[in-house]
């Protein structure tokens, strides 16, 4: 059964850190990313790691979140540091069963597994 399971959401005050997890079962996945979705707004793309391991980051983000892939644990994961209100959102784990090559954000009709999400909430 394909299924990718987030976890590590929470709620943290601005200038807080968390660490995100999606573990992956059923397939091998070398293509992943995160996306978030806040309320009323559309899914946008936070990072990505490509079959390669190169990372990609939304510009909002960079400098302050990390994502990284165990392949043995097929799990991927995403450091958030410096948290701000903007961060406020619900965090999906995407995967494409196949590769992918290039560090950039992929649009979210290119992956797909999704997972359930993870809710982060930044006071300010």
């Known amino acids: 059964q394909v299924q990718l399971v987030e976890s590590g959401g929470g709620s943290v005050q601005a200038g807080g850190s968390l660490r995100l997890s999606c573990a992956g079962s059923g397939f091998t996945y070398t293509c992943m990313a995160w996306f978030r979705q806040a309320p009323g707004k559309e899914r946008e793309g936070v990072a990505a790691i490509d079959s390669d391991g190169r990372p990609s980051y939304a510009d909002s983000v960079k400098g302050r979140f990390t994502i990284s892939k165990d392949n043995a644990k097929n799990t991927l994961y995403l450091e958030m540091n410096s948290l701000n209100a903007e961060d406020t959102a619900m965090y999906y784990c995407?995967?494409?069963?196949?590769?992918?090559?290039?560090?950039?954000?992929?649009?979210?009709?290119?992956?797909?597994?999704w997972g359930q999400g993870t809710q982060v909430n930044v006071s300010s």
């Open positions: 995407a995967a494409e069963g196949g590769y992918c090559y290039g560090a950039f954000l992929r649009p979210v009709r290119e992956y797909t597994y």
